[in-house]
């Protein structure tokens, strides 16, 4: 069993800066991608970015391209969210996700594709 933690959300003025961080723990497990997903409020939880450890490639939502960038560890299985530029609309609980199984795709930007999941961490950018 493995478990994700997500750290460094909070509440930051419209323009401003988070990073967000996820730390796994428990045992050890083949990790093929880890993602970022968000939730708002009345909606379903969207794909914010994922990364690919072993193609070392990135994807990101549209909503979120050019101002969010996700990096990985795979020795510490942790990956990061940088945030710039934050909008009122970047609001809502952010969640880290793990992918110990390969996609058919190639890219984890699926609910399904992934198999463990953090608690979730809110992030509100006001205006």
């Known amino acids: 069993q493995v478990q994700l933690v997500e750290s460094g959300g909070g509440l930051v003025q419209a323009g401003g800066s988070l990073r967000l961080s996820c730390a796994a723990s428990?045992?050890?497990?083949?990790?093929?991608?880890m993602g970022w997903f968000r939730q708002a409020p009345g909606k379903d939880r969207e794909l914010v970015a994922t990364i690919n450890w072993s193609g070392g490639s990135a994807y990101y939502a549209d909503s979120v391209k050019g101002r969010f960038t996700i990096s990985s560890d795979n020795a510490k299985n942790t990956e990061l969210l940088e945030m710039n530029s934050l909008k009122p609309v970047d609001t809502a609980v952010y969640y880290c996700a793990a992918a110990v199984s390969q996609a058919g795709s190639g890219r984890y930007t699926r609910l399904d594709d992934y198999d463990y999941w953090g608690q979730g961490t809110q992030v509100t950018g006001s205006s």
């Open positions: 428990g045992r050890t497990f083949r990790n093929y991608a």
